[in-house]
């Protein structure tokens, strides 16, 4: 499980353009990566509604910003033209990637039934690639204002 100090894998991801987007992408950079479950539902559409509202403060800030879930490509871009989301996106679809190497492709149970699913959490990253906070079972609501203060402190 990814924590506070350690390094963010260097695990290639599937933009919904079909490119290749990393973490050796950032380098040099501080950056925000946020894990969700699902697109074009409430929560998700929610907190990327949030990061898009707010993706120009962040970059003020000098901090980018990527969305990641297990979704497809072509369902990530669907995601962004129905709600004019301007957050970058990507899909984790590997079954030994990103999501798995940092811990939050978690077992969850819903009416009894066991699953795997996406633990919703967010990373702030330094320039040097290390997480320097680290959120788990996040709230939507105020979630996003609470990550923008703490990348402006960076």
Same mark, same amino acid.
């Given at each position: 499980? $990814?924590?506070?100090?350690? $390094?963010?894998?260097d695990i290639a991801l599937t933009a919904p353009n079909g490119s290749s987007v990393s973490a050796a992408d950032y380098a040099g950079k501080a950056w925000v990566l946020y894990f969700y479950p699902k697109d074009d539902t409430s929560g998700c559409t929610k907190e990327a509604q949030e990061f898009s509202a707010h993706l120009a403060e962040f970059e003020a800030a000098g901090v980018s910003v990527l969305g990641v879930s297990k979704d497809p490509p072509k369902k990530h871009q669907k995601f962004i033209e129905k709600y004019g989301l301007t957050v970058?996106? #990507?899909?984790? %679809?590997?079954?030994?990637?990103? %999501?798995? #190497? !940092?811990?939050? &492709?978690?077992?969850k149970s819903m009416y009894?039934?066991?699953? !795997?699913? !996406?633990?919703?959490? $967010?990373?702030?990253?330094?320039?040097?690639?290390? +997480?320097?906070?680290? &959120?788990?079972?996040v709230k939507v609501?105020?979630?996003?204002?609470? +990550?923008? %203060? %703490? #990348?402006?402190?960076l």
């Open positions: 499980m $990814t924590d506070i100090g350690d $390094t963010i894998p970058p996106l #990507a899909s984790d %679809a590997e079954s030994d990637g990103l %999501a798995e #190497a !940092m811990g939050v &492709w978690i077992e009894g039934k066991k699953y !795997m699913g !996406m633990d919703r959490s $967010t990373f702030l990253i330094s320039k040097d690639g290390k +997480v320097v906070r680290a &959120w788990r079972k609501a105020g979630h996003v204002a609470d +990550v923008l %203060a %703490a #990348a402006r402190a």
